[in-house]
């Protein structure tokens, strides 16, 4: 295996910030001062964020793909995502932590940013996975560094087994896939195949192919525990609860962001529809999935008295629109093998974007008015808040009128997308075995959008229409009050003016799409420089 | 003229913008904005509705680009626009929103108290909603004026209403929001069906392509149905359709004055406006095809509502049952599908307006005064509040339709219409039933608005407390009168002079029922019901009236 210069230029700003976070684990243990490792931080996310602008120029959009590396425009995406997660729940942290461990959370927090840009960027099994144990292993230690009680031990150990439990899972479901395709890349081109490529090959030997469900399956399940999808949710209530509420907005975000892109460049990328044999299809397990995770998110949260758990239940909820999304991208429509997609995936990609800020506001903003002694937790302890903190109280309700899908915020294109993808399908008289299921999908998307609402209301109603109790909260952290503020501001302009973010989702839809629909003419070859290596290699 | 329009759209939430700059400075100066911001935007907008232009299709429109993503590979962009004008069904509702809001921003002059701020910047998001609902003519764009109009409605009744406002504002919250998630569906159902016809390279989301789009290529009739009842449940739990009522009552009572003058005057309507501007003309043949669930359940909401109405004690809760039968009067008129009942329909929902928003502000004076709502407790008010007791009666007069007043004109429309669709020509013999038990709503509608009058106005003088147990008890101030002399006005207006508001949206409308009143829908709903179980009766369905004899 070679590495080109090109590839370790696009990992940049990984590496960045992987070696910052090196430097605060070491440098903490000499130096103590809360304000320097976190400025420290903050730095390192602007110099990141300075050579992701940098590393990205616009001509090059799509066409860079240098080996285990893929930078189209959906890999952009979502590594600004993960950017701006390290840094709101940075911030977010920033009074709460503990003086003594503030360099080991901050750390954590960039090496799990780190590995988000990492997963975003992956075009090979074994770099997705690195991606992966680098987002889950520092959140072990997060979860145990945000509290020291019997809940947060707790919390952590459950999150820990079956975090590890669902990664061999997963790579049980990868040492398949790596069989049937021979290779580790997802996408390869002419020359030299990925998996995709080897599974669209009409010479390829059909007893092999016959794994390619039971790899299906099993990523799906590994994946699922991400994305907290029933029935692997379970873990979510008990963890969000046991920890902070900076460290429930990286919970929230970061594996779902990670289980989204593995979701899309494995399952509507890596593996093509008529690569499946045995009448088992990708859309029918997301399109179950999606049924089950929302009812149950939705239903579990409405009897929710503590605000993490409530949380946790919204976003197993979320999960399940996000899985409509999947659903959508896995019909076929087009032609064998030419995946269209349906706008499912830019359905995707903008509900994660905005899910992704919401969740964020929400944490920072309650994390903002928690100090270590006390956390806020329960519903009743946001009563009157809209008198007492009302930055912090519009914060909130603006972020969850957003994860309600009410316009004119965000959440509210997030649902429009995915549903016009769900009912294109289900009206569509050309692929009859889905409409069925799609019409059911979006009827029930519907009502359990009025079921959210419920419980989301149920939590503005406390902070706007309930007397304070009188007990005195904390002034709101400042840092973590900007990082809230900026959440919701984002929450808001992409509501008023959702034109450029919504062509910047198509836009990675239809990269992602080129890449399976160029396949075989045998045309395609964007990549000489490499190729011509490789070939130099080979001979 | 395009950039009017918009200004008056933008103007209060540029307004609630200015009163959140401006909340430290005391509650005088924002209620003044709040007062300067509605009077301009009424100003403005009077002087775009002078110019209106009923002939043009496009009368002052502004069309810009928004959630616009294009085509890429196989895959279809969306043509998302903000683009906002005026026709003939849209335009006095437009006017009348911009006028209720000066009332209500009156009415809750002294009313509001607590976080005066938040309050009038939450009044003037829900007038923006209300501008841009009756503006849109993007179907997303409508949708979003639609949802959001919930949100600012949510806090006022949850913070400034009554005992029960918490429960009252999260359940008018969940049922609305239950039936337009579903709305939501069907409206992108439409969209995609269009797509699918025309395989444009954008999907069209503007209201006047779609409904040409649905009129050149109907939708196989089982779709429309399906559709329809899906957009039904959205805009059926807004107007409220009897059996879906159930969260007016309680949201009207718990509702601050304000909250329920525009929740009466408005929010109401845009169900009716929905029917209107999507069902009938996007699904004419399922709209046929439903006609008599409709119609039935139009005028049960009729009776049902002025039954309850003359069964309450609290004055609130009794114009909020009215509001039912009166809306029921609006969708009766909208689906007798002809001419005069939708015309009817319209002038209709402007009447309910002004007549319901004007008692409901008077029986918020009333509230501030004697701190009840409750009829037992009060009696012979006309001695003691005859300017107050003056204004009570021009509102109840107009909303049982005393000629020479708004109300009038529209219930003679209405029923004209039903009554043509029954008796008119060939018909479903059940029409003229219900023809019949909704002019039996007049009757009631003027006994339960007629007792009310009577027990709290006339008759000995009752105060719910001794005099000096609170504060004197004066009579209308200078800015109450102001904010009831406007509605006054223009019923008075409409009630001698209704061809000046009919004449202007006759084409819109005309052109909305036109796909009913002629071709093969005409002859559906000429038909007669149960044709197979009759075989003897086969040459009905040419001659109506011959087989009602039979």
Not at chain 1, 161 to 184: A, K, N, P, R
Not at chain 2, 374 to 385: D, T, V
């Amino acid at each position: 295996m070679f590495v080109e210069w090109k590839t370790v230029a696009a990992l940049a700003p990984e590496m960045v910030l992987i070696i910052a976070a090196s430097l605060i684990f070491v440098g903490t243990t000499f130096y103590r001062s809360r304000w320097g490792w976190l400025g420290a931080a903050i730095g390192s996310y602007a110099l990141a964020a300075i050579l992701l602008i940098a590393g990205h120029s616009p001509a090059a959009a799509g066409e860079l793909v240098t080996g285990p590396i893929n930078l189209d425009e959906f890999a952009q995406t979502m590594r600004w995502l993960g950017l701006a997660t390290g840094l709101v729940t940075t911030l977010a942290i920033s009074r709460q932590a503990d003086d003594r461990l503030i360099g080991e959370i901050v750390g954590s927090i960039m090496i799990a940013a780190a590995g988000i840009m990492v997963v975003s960027s992956a075009n090979e099994l074994v770099t997705l996975f690195l991606g992966l144990e680098l987002i889950s292993i520092p959140t072990y230690v997060l979860l145990f560094l945000g509290r020291r009680d019997a809940a947060s031990g707790e919390a952590t150990m459950k999150y820990f087994f079956l975090s590890i439990l669902s990664s061999s899972l997963l790579l049980y479901g990868f040492s398949f896939l790596y069989g049937v395709g021979g290779t580790t890349w997802l996408t390869g081109t002419t020359h030299f195949p990925g998996i995709h490529e080897k599974l669209l090959d009409p010479n390829g030997d059909p007893a092999l192919f016959q794994f390619v469900p039971m790899a299906m399956i099993l990523i799906v399940a590994g994946l699922a525990f991400k994305l907290t999808a029933v029935p692997f949710h379970f873990y979510a209530p008990d963890v969000y609860q046991g920890t902070t509420n900076a460290n429930v907005g990286l919970l929230a975000v970061a594996p779902k962001i990670a289980g989204v892109v593995a979701l899309v460049r494995i399952l509507l990328v890596a593996i093509p529809t008529t690569a499946l044999s045995g009448g088992l299809a990708t859309w029918q397990l997301a399109v179950v999935l999606s049924l089950v995770t929302m009812t149950v998110g939705n239903v579990c949260a409405l009897w929710q008295t503590d605000i993490r758990r409530m949380l946790a239940y919204s976003s197993i909820a979320h999960a399940g629109y996000l899985l409509i999304g999947l659903a959508t991208g896995a019909v076929t429509t087009g032609t064998a093998g030419a995946e269209v997609f349906n706008g499912g995936v830019t359905a995707l990609v903008f509900y994660t974007v905005v899910y992704g800020f919401a969740s964020l506001g929400i944490a920072a903003a309650l994390s903002s008015i928690s100090t270590p002694e006390r956390e806020i937790s329960t519903l009743d302890e946001l009563a009157g808040l809209s008198k007492s903190r009302p930055v912090i109280a519009g914060v909130v309700a603006i972020c969850l009128f957003s994860l309600a899908g009410l316009p004119p915020l965000a959440g509210f294109w997030g649902k429009l997308q995915l549903f016009v993808g769900a009912v294109s399908l289900a009206t569509n008289p050309e692929v009859p075995a889905p409409q069925l299921w799609f019409t059911i999908l979006a009827i029930t998307a519907a009502l359990n959008a009025a079921i959210a609402a419920a419980y989301y209301l149920r939590a503005i109603g406390a902070m706007y229409f309930q007397a304070g109790s009188g007990d005195q909260l904390p002034a709101a952290a400042p840092a973590a009050r900007l990082a809230a503020v900026a959440c919701a501001a984002f929450v808001i302009y992409t509501g008023a003016f959702p034109g450029q973010m919504l062509k910047l989702a198509k836009r990675s839809e239809g990269q992602v799409a080129v890449r399976s629909v160029e396949f075989p003419s045998g045309v395609r070859d964007e990549v000489p420089q490499f190729a011509a290596q490789q070939q130099a290699d080979g001979s | 003229m395009n950039t009017l329009l918009l200004t008056t759209i933008f103007l209060p939430l540029i307004g609630a913008a200015l009163i959140g700059i401006f909340a430290h400075f005391g509650r005088d100066v924002i209620r003044g904005i709040a007062l300067t911001i509605t009077l301009l935007t009424l100003l403005m907008t009077s002087r775009v509705l002078l110019n209106f232009e009923p002939q043009s299709q496009n009368y002052a429109v502004s069309n810009v680009e928004w959630g616009a993503v294009p085509a890429t590979g196989l895959t279809a962009g969306l043509d998302v626009r903000f683009s906002v004008g005026l026709d003939g069904l849209g335009v006095w509702m437009y006017g009348l929103s911009a006028l209720l809001m000066v009332t209500a921003v009156l009415v809750s002059w002294e009313a509001i108290k607590d976080r005066p701020a938040l309050f009038f910047s939450m009044l003037l998001l829900l007038e923006f909603g209300c501008l841009g609902v009756f503006a849109a003519r993007d179907l997303i764009l409508f949708y979003v004026f639609f949802e959001f109009t919930l949100i600012p409605l949510f806090f006022l009744i949850g913070i400034w209403g009554s005992e029960e406002r918490r429960y009252a504002a999260i359940k008018f919250f969940l049922f609305t929001l239950a039936g337009s998630m579903l709305t939501f569906l069907g409206l992108i159902a439409i969209v995609i069906w269009n797509y699918q016809q025309n395989p444009a390279h954008e999907m069209q989301f503007g209201i006047a392509e779609l409904t040409a789009g649905l009129q050149a290529h109907p939708l196989p009739l089982s779709y429309q149905i399906v559709i329809f009842l899906a957009l039904f449940a959205g805009f059926a739990i807004k107007v409220p359709l009897f059996p879906l009522h159930t969260w007016l009552p309680l949201a009207h009572v718990q509702a601050p004055t304000a909250g329920s003058v525009i929740l009466a005057g408005v929010l109401l309507k845009i169900g009716v406006y929905g029917f209107l501007r999507f069902s009938v003309p996007m699904l004419p043949a399922a709209t046929v095809e439903l006609l008599p669930y409709l119609l039935w359940l139009s005028a049960a909401g009729i009776v049902y509502g002025a039954l309850v109405a003359l069964a309450q004690g609290d004055m609130k809760r009794l114009i909020a049952y009215s509001s039912v039968s009166h809306l029921g009067y609006c969708t009766l008129g909208l689906f007798s599908l002809n001419a005069l009942g939708t015309q009817g329909s319209v002038l209709q929902m402007v009447n309910h307006g002004l007549s319901t928003g004007g008692l409901f502000a008077l029986v918020g004076m009333l509230y501030e005064r004697y701190h009840t709502r409750e009829i037992n407790q009060l009696g012979g008010l006309a001695r003691k509040l005859p300017v107050l007791s003056f204004f009570f009666l021009v509102f109840t007069f107009s909303s049982i339709g005393l000629p020479g007043l708004n109300g009038f004109p529209g219930e003679l429309l209405v029923l004209a219409g039903i009554f043509q669709r029954a008796f008119g020509g060939p018909a479903d013999p059940q029409y003229r039933l219900i023809a019949l038990v909704s002019l039996s709503g007049v009757v009631l509608g003027a006994w339960y608005m007629l007792s009310l009058v009577a027990r709290v106005l006339f008759g000995p003088l009752k105060e719910p407390h001794a005099e000096g147990e609170h504060a004197p008890i004066h009579d209308l101030s200078w800015r109450e009168i102001a904010a009831l002399v406007p509605l006054v006005v223009m019923a008075v207006w409409i009630g001698l002079r209704p061809g000046d508001f009919l004449k202007p949206m006759e084409p819109t409308l005309t052109a909305i029922v036109k796909p009913v009143e002629t071709g093969p829908l005409r002859d559906r709903l000429q038909q007669f019901e149960p044709i197979a179980q009759y075989p003897k009766s086969e040459p009905a369905v040419a001659d109506g009236f011959a087989s009602v004899k039979e």
